[in-house]
Structures are given as C-alpha cells and as structure tokens.
C-alpha cells in the first residue's frame, strides 16, 4: 500500500481571492495601507504569522493573524475553487494509496473546505498549522501524518506545489513529486520532478510503483 499526503493551496484548491482580499480587509482594518497582490503571493504557503511579519507587520503579529482568519472564515467557501483535474487526482490516489493533507493552513478551515467540495471523505488525515509546533519546511507536519497513519516512509510520497512542501518531505525521508502554480517561483530550484498539476504526479506515483513491483 502506498500512502500520499497532498498540499492544499496551489495544489488541490486555489483560494489565491481569498487569501489575498483576507489580507487587504485586515491590513485595512488596522488603518495600514494593504500590501500588493504579488507580495502576498510570493509569500502564500508560510505561516500567517510569518506571511504578515514578511510583510512590515513587526506589533501586534497576533491579533493581525486573528482578523485575518475572522474574515477568511466567512468568505474562503466563495472565493476558493478546486484546481482543475484535483477531484480526479484525488479519486485516482485513492484506488492504490492512503492520502492524508499537509499543510500550513488552519486545519479546521481546511477540513470545511474540503467537505464543501464533498472531498474530505478521502483522505485519513488532516494536518494543519495548529497541529504541529514546527510547520513546513519542518520534517514535522509530514511525520505527523505519517505517524497517524501508521505509514512506512518507504511507501510515501509528498506532492505540492512550493519548496516548502519538497524541503518537508526530504527531510522527512519521503520521496515527492512538485506541481507547477504560480506561488513558487524558484520551484526548479528544490524539485527534482516537476508535473503540469496534481492528477499528473498522482499518474507518475501510480507508474513509479507498478514499476517497483514488476
């Protein structure tokens, strides 16, 4: 059995709208003069916290990350969809492997996320930015899920779209598989394989391991 943990953003869904009006309200509720659309994507895939301090928040990190999530909450189900070929990616992973999510997300939006688009049903487990003290490009998230699922790391694959999602997974000891979004500029840099979208690394995951059994 095979088991593959998923990114989220710019992987399976594309909540880009969201994140980036989630941070225009916020900056404008505290009177700041919201950050351009390019620098918050270049940022998206790390931590809130981190997204924020990257972007000139240096006071009151917390209760910026805490208005941010008050308005994602209320409009991430309107303002995300699911990448094109995601579901069948998703659909394909399942008939030869166990799928778990790893990401830096709030996992309790992620999960309703995913149930909206009537996809949670899928996957054993979710690890989100609360469940771990280290998120990604820490080992951590993906031990986690695999430690839940007691997996083998010699079975696991990683696929997602950013260097973080490939640092986590090499240092976890776990083979990947990158998707090319437009988050991650430098993702050549970090992957060894590279594959138009998630459905497309699934195929070559499904290949590898037939491959390894004949």
């Given at each position: 059995m095979r088991f593959i943990l998923f990114d989220l953003d710019g992987t399976l869904i594309d909540s880009t709208?969201?994140?980036?009006?989630?941070?225009?309200?916020?900056?404008?509720?505290?009177?700041?003069?919201?950050?351009?659309?390019?620098?918050?994507?270049?940022?998206?895939?790390?931590?809130?916290?981190?997204?924020?301090?990257?972007?000139?928040?240096?006071?009151?990190?917390?209760?910026?990350?805490?208005?941010?999530?008050?308005?994602?909450?209320?409009?991430?189900?309107?303002?995300?969809?699911?990448?094109?070929?995601?579901?069948?990616?998703?659909?394909?992973?399942?008939?030869?492997?166990?799928?778990?999510?790893?990401?830096?997300?709030?996992?309790?939006?992620?999960?309703?996320?995913?149930?909206?688009?009537?996809?949670?049903?899928?996957?054993e487990v979710l690890i989100g930015r609360e469940d771990v003290k280290n998120p990604k490009p820490h080992p951590e998230p993906v031990l986690r899920a695999l430690h839940l699922m007691n997996a083998n790391k010699e079975s696991a694959w990683m696929i997602g779209d950013t260097c973080l999602d490939m640092l986590s997974a090499k240092e976890a000891g776990i083979k990947s598989v990158a998707v090319e979004f437009e988050y991650d500029k430098k993702l050549h840099e970090c992957a060894e394989i590279i594959k138009k979208d998630a459905l497309?690394?699934?195929?070559?995951?499904?290949?590898?391991?037939?491959?390894?059994?004949?």
């Open positions: 709208e969201a994140i980036l009006y989630g941070f225009r309200k916020t900056f404008e509720t505290f009177g700041r003069v919201p950050p351009k659309d390019e620098d918050v994507k270049k940022l998206i895939g790390l931590p809130l916290d981190v997204m924020f301090a990257n972007l000139g928040i240096e006071e009151r990190v917390e209760e910026f990350v805490q208005t941010y999530k008050d308005i994602y909450k209320v409009i991430a189900k309107d303002m995300t969809v699911l990448l094109p070929n995601a579901k069948e990616a998703i659909l394909l992973a399942k008939s030869f492997a166990r799928l778990g999510i790893v990401t830096t997300k709030t996992g309790i939006y992620s999960k309703e996320l995913l149930e909206h688009f009537g996809v949670m049903k899928y996957f497309k690394a699934v195929e070559f995951i499904k290949n590898y391991s037939e491959k390894e059994k004949a």
